[in-house]
């Protein structure tokens, strides 16, 4: 058994399964635990799952494919380590984690986890894409490859390869150029940031691909990384400092909205809409960027901004992260996460979501699909809305 695991099996009795976790902030329902919202059986809860991971690893019940999913379900949203009251709730997260590092240590792992790490060591990204096709995003945009500019702009797997999430990469390419910003990007050098490969329990590839990534920037000179993807930011910023990473790590939302205070874009065209923002788990409750990307908003001259009642650290997550975007165990239903945020944005009248991760953007566009809201209600990623206001 893994150190980790060792550890957290000395803690992980101590929830008593009061199931506080659950709720969002205004204590409002007991949806704010992505999968129990999806299945609403206690062994998809954060209290629920601590319980089964103990019976597993004290070996009252066997492993299953079931018990499998239950544990990688978990989005590592955060919402439990905000909502339990007892102070093991700051290493929830982390027994989730260290349980699913032993289930990676065995090599019993759900298909679809299974394969998502093995296209990322592979391929460099979870979609089992050819690494030479990584750049091809920026085809026509006035985007150059980093040679020493002032920022390394860090794309990420799902803005590079995802056709709807390549439109926010090219997006920020262009704006950034229009403000003048000296940046460069790694192209099809570029590798994944490993942040969901740590999340899913497989600390080996993912300290393979941390080194691989800060080997190359430090050969290349960066000192300034621009991420689109709030995965990419917590990897890079949080995650990489332990393994020696020494790198000043911003979130695009940050640099736009200082482009635009300093007068480098012109937004007098605006954006008329009412916009409700979604607040990406790795963004705010991981990274504690809740104003920012709000502040942001409220430069774009007629954007109406208003406030879904789940919001900032009772905010719902969308559903997909630690992989979940593409391993998908929590889709399939009207009780699906994405599903439930989006009904939530239509019901207060938005006409358009605002997002600042590209894995929000294509989960959330989904479930507008799967909700036929696609007339009263579009998903937007926040770099779409600025260079909607900008003027050219
Ligand atoms: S994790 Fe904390 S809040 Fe959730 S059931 Fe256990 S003790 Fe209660
Ligand atoms: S991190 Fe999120 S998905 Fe995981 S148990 Fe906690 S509330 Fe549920």
């Not at 629920?48 to 070996?59: M, S």
């Not at 990489?240 to 790198?247: H, K, M, V, W």
């Not at 607040?279 to 430069?299: F, K």
């Not at 799967?370 to 937007?380: M, R």
Request: with cysteine; aromatic share 10%; hydrophobic share 35%.
């Amino acid at each position: 058994m893994p150190l980790d695991t060792y550890k957290f099996h000395d803690i992980i009795h101590r929830c008593f399964r009061c199931g506080y976790c659950k709720f969002p902030t205004n204590w409002m329902d007991v949806n704010n635990c992505p999968p129990y919202a999806r299945f609403r059986m206690e062994p998809y809860s954060c209290g629920g799952r601590l319980w089964l991971t103990r019976a597993w690893l004290n070996e009252i019940i066997d492993w299953s494919n079931h018990l499998a999913e239950i544990l990688y379900s978990c989005t590592t949203c955060r919402n439990c380590e905000i909502k339990c009251p007892l102070g093991f709730n700051v290493d929830i997260v982390n027994m989730v984690v260290a349980a699913r590092g032993e289930m990676v240590e065995q090599g019993k792992l759900p298909p679809a986890v299974k394969k998502f790490l093995e296209n990322i060591d592979l391929y460099g990204n979870p979609y089992g894409n050819a690494r030479s096709k990584r750049g091809a995003w920026m085809e026509g945009a006035p985007i150059e490859q980093y040679d020493g500019q002032e920022y390394l702009y860090y794309v990420g797997c799902t803005g590079s390869y995802d056709t709807r999430a390549q439109n926010s990469s090219k997006t920020l390419g262009i704006l950034l150029d229009k403000a003048g910003v000296s940046f460069g990007v790694l192209g099809s050098e570029e590798n994944c940031d490993g942040n969901e490969v740590e999340k899913l329990g497989e600390a080996g590839l993912f300290e393979v691909l941390a080194e691989d990534n800060m080997a190359r920037f430090n050969d290349l000179g960066v000192k300034k990384i621009i991420t689109l993807s709030p995965h990419a930011y917590n990897a890079m910023k949080n995650l990489y400092p332990r393994l020696g990473g020494n790198f000043q790590v911003f979130h695009y939302t940050q640099i736009l909205l200082e482009l635009i205070k300093a007068g480098k874009l012109d937004l007098s065209k605006g954006f008329n809409a009412k916009t409700a923002y979604h607040d990406p788990c790795y963004l705010g409750r991981w990274n504690g960027q809740y104003e920012t990307p709000r502040e942001l908003l409220e430069t774009v001259p007629s954007l109406k901004l208003i406030e879904m009642e789940k919001n900032r650290d009772g905010a719902l997550c969308c559903g997909g992260g630690a992989g979940n975007f593409e391993i998908d165990l929590l889709g399939g239903s009207e009780s699906s996460p994405a599903r439930r945020r989006v009904r939530e944005a239509a019901a207060l009248g938005a006409n358009v979501l605002a997002v600042a991760c590209p894995k929000c953007l294509i989960m959330l566009e989904d479930a507008v699909k799967s909700e036929e809201l696609e007339d009263t209600l579009a998903v937007k990623d926040i770099v779409e809305i600025v260079a909607g206001a900008c003027c050219t």
